[in-house]
C-alpha cells in the first residue's frame, strides 16, 4: 500500500499493512477502553482522589445547605451535577494521563490505522469512569439531601446522558494537551465553557424529575442532551486524529 | 522501496533541526543513521515512524512501520507478558498466549514480573519481544545497543539480521560495531 505526505494537508502521510488484522475496530476500542481501566484501577490514583473529593464536598454543601431537608433537596439536582463537573475534571486527565505518565503515547499512535478509534476506546474508558463516580454521587446525594429516587431509572438516563457530552469533551481537550506542560490547569479551563449547555439540560432535567414533574413535560431537556452529545462526539472524533500530530 | 522520504525538513520553533533531507530504504536493506548528539537522528526517525509531522517535504511509505524508541516505554503496573498482551490486541491481532511467552523466553525476561521492576536493559529486551511479535515492515530502532549487556546486543543482533530478512531497517546509532553489520551508512550533519 502507498499513501503520498504533502505537509499542510490533513490526510495522514502513513499507511499500514493490516494483512495480520484480526479484531474489529470495535473490538479494539473495548480492548483500549479496558486495558485503560485496568490500569486504573490498579493505580488508584484518579479514581480514589475523585471519590474522596466528592465525599468531603457533599458533606461541607450538606452541612451549609442544611439542615431543612425541603432546602436540601431544592439544593440537590444542582449540587449533584456540578459536583460531578468537578471530580470528571479531576478525571478528565486520566485517559491520556497514564499514557503521559509511562511514556506510552507514542506507541499508541503507532497502532496500525486511522487514529479515531484511539478518541473512542478513550472516551469509553473517561465515560466507564464517570458513570461509576456519577453511581457513587447519586446515592451519597439522595443520603445527604433527600433527592427522591423513585425514578431512579430516569436518574440513571439523565446520568448516561450527562456523563457522555462531558467525556466527549474532556476526551478530546485531554488528547489535545497530553504533550503540554501545565495541562492540568488549563484543561479545566477549556473544559468548563463547552460543558455548560450539558450540565445546565441535565440539571433542570433532574431538578424536574426531583420535584415530581411527569418525564414527559422534561423531554425537552433530555433531547437537547442527545443532540449536544451526537454533535460533541461527533465533532470530536472527527477532529481527534489532527490533535494529536506532533 | 520500504521508504522514499524527498525533501524532508522539520522545524521546531526557530530551529530546523532537518533540512532538505533525502532518504530512501529498499526491501531487505539495513541502513544505519550517524552523525553527533543533536543532529537530528531520532527526529528523522520520529518523522518516519509518522509520530511527528514534518514541515516540509514528501514521505511514501511501503507497509507498516515499528519503532523501538530510546528508552522504550511500557505500562509501568502491567507484568511484561500483560505489556506484550495489550500491544498485540491494539494493534488489532488475537490474543496468542503461547506465542507471547516464547517471545519472553527468547528475550530471557520473566512472565509475571512488573515492568515497575525491570532494569533499562530488560526494558529494552521487552521492546525487542514487542517489535518482533508485531513484526513490522520497516523496523526504525533509535539506538538499539543502549542498556545492553553482551547476551542483549547478541539478541539485537538476532533482532536486525530477523528484520533485514522481514523488511528493512534503519538503526540511528553511535556504536561503529554496528557499522558492519548494515549495507549503508547514512551520516547526517549539522545544518
Redesign the interface.
Known amino acids: 500500500m502507498r499513501h503520498l505526505f504533502h505537509p499542510g494537508s490533513l490526510r495522514r502521510p502513513f499507511t499500514f499493512c493490516t494483512q495480520t488484522d484480526s479484531l474489529s475496530p470495535v473490538q479494539r476500542i473495548f480492548w483500549l477502553a479496558w486495558r485503560d481501566l485496568v490500569l486504573e484501577f490498579r493505580g488508584r490514583t484518579g479514581i480514589l482522589s475523585a471519590v474522596f473529593f466528592l465525599a468531603v464536598m457533599l458533606f461541607i454543601l450538606a452541612m451549609a445547605f442544611g439542615p431543612n431537608p425541603q432546602d436540601l433537596q431544592k439544593a440537590a439536582p444542582g449540587v449533584l451535577w456540578v459536583a460531578l463537573a468537578f471530580a470528571g475534571s479531576l478525571l478528565a486527565g486520566r485517559a491520556f494521563g497514564l499514557e503521559v505518565e509511562d511514556g506510552t503515547l507514542d506507541d499508541l499512535l503507532l497502532t496500525p490505522g486511522s487514529r479515531e478509534w484511539i478518541y473512542f476506546g478513550k472516551l469509553l474508558f473517561q465515560f466507564s469512569l464517570l458513570i461509576l463516580v456519577g453511581l457513587v454521587l447519586l446515592l451519597l446525594t439522595a443520603g445527604l439531601f433527600y433527592l427522591p429516587l423513585q425514578n431512579w431509572a430516569w436518574f440513571v438516563v439523565v446520568l448516561l446522558l450527562g456523563s457522555l457530552g462531558y467525556a466527549a469533551i474532556s476526551t478530546f481537550y485531554a488528547g489535545m494537551l497530553a504533550r503540554l506542560r501545565g495541562r492540568e490547569v488549563l484543561l479545566p479551563l477549556l473544559l468548563f465553557p463547552l460543558v455548560i449547555p450539558v450540565v445546565l439540560a441535565a440539571v433542570r432535567f433532574t431538578q424536574g424529575l426531583a420535584q415530581g414533574i411527569p418525564v414527559a413535560e422534561l423531554s425537552d431537556w433530555l433531547r437537547l442532551l442527545a443532540v449536544f452529545d451526537v454533535i460533541y462526539v461527533t465533532v470530536c472524533a472527527m477532529v481527534f486524529p489532527y490533535m494529536l500530530e506532533g | 522501496m520500504l521508504i522514499e522520504a524527498q525533501a524532508v525538513a522539520k522545524r521546531y520553533g526557530r530551529d530546523w533541526v532537518l533540512r532538505d533531507l533525502d532518504f530512501q530504504l529498499a526491501k531487505h536493506e539495513a541502513v544505519a543513521l550517524v552523525g553527533p548528539n543533536g543532529v537530528g537522528k531520532t527526529t528523522l526517525l520520529?518523522v518516519l515512524?509518522?509520530?511527528?509531522?514534518?514541515?516540509?517535504?514528501?514521505?511514501?511509505?511501503?507497509?507498516?512501520?515499528?519503532?523501538l524508541?530510546n528508552p522504550p516505554?511500557?505500562?509501568?503496573?502491567?507484568s511484561g507478558a500483560e505489556n506484550l498482551h495489550?500491544?498485540l490486541?491494539?494493534?488489532?491481532?488475537?490474543d496468542d498466549r503461547a506465542e507471547i511467552d516464547r517471545a519472553l523466553k527468547q528475550v530471557g525476561l520473566p512472565h509475571d514480573k512488573p515492568v515497575l521492576s525491570y532494569s533499562s536493559g530488560m526494558k529494552k529486551r521487552l521492546a525487542m519481544a514487542r517489535l518482533r511479535l508485531q513484526?513490522?515492515?520497516i523496523w526504525l530502532l533509535d539506538e538499539p545497543e543502549a542498556a545492553l549487556d553482551v547476551q542483549g546486543r547478541g539478541l539485537l543482533e538476532d533482532l536486525v539480521n530477523f528484520a533485514r530478512a522481514s523488511g528493512g531497517v534503519v538503526i540511528a546509532t553511535h556504536d561503529k560495531s554496528w557499522l558492519s553489520l548494515v549495507d549503508r551508512v547514512v551520516e547526517l550533519r549539522a545544518t
Do not use: C, E, M, W
Not at chain 2, 516505554?73 to 502491567?78: L, Q
Not at chain 2, 490486541?89 to 488475537?94: C, P, S
Open positions: 520520529r515512524a509518522g509520530l511527528v509531522r514534518p514541515t516540509q517535504g514528501s514521505i511514501k511509505l511501503v507497509g507498516r512501520v515499528g519503532f524508541a516505554a511500557f505500562h509501568r503496573h502491567f495489550y500491544a490486541r491494539l494493534d488489532g491481532r488475537a513484526n513490522p515492515d
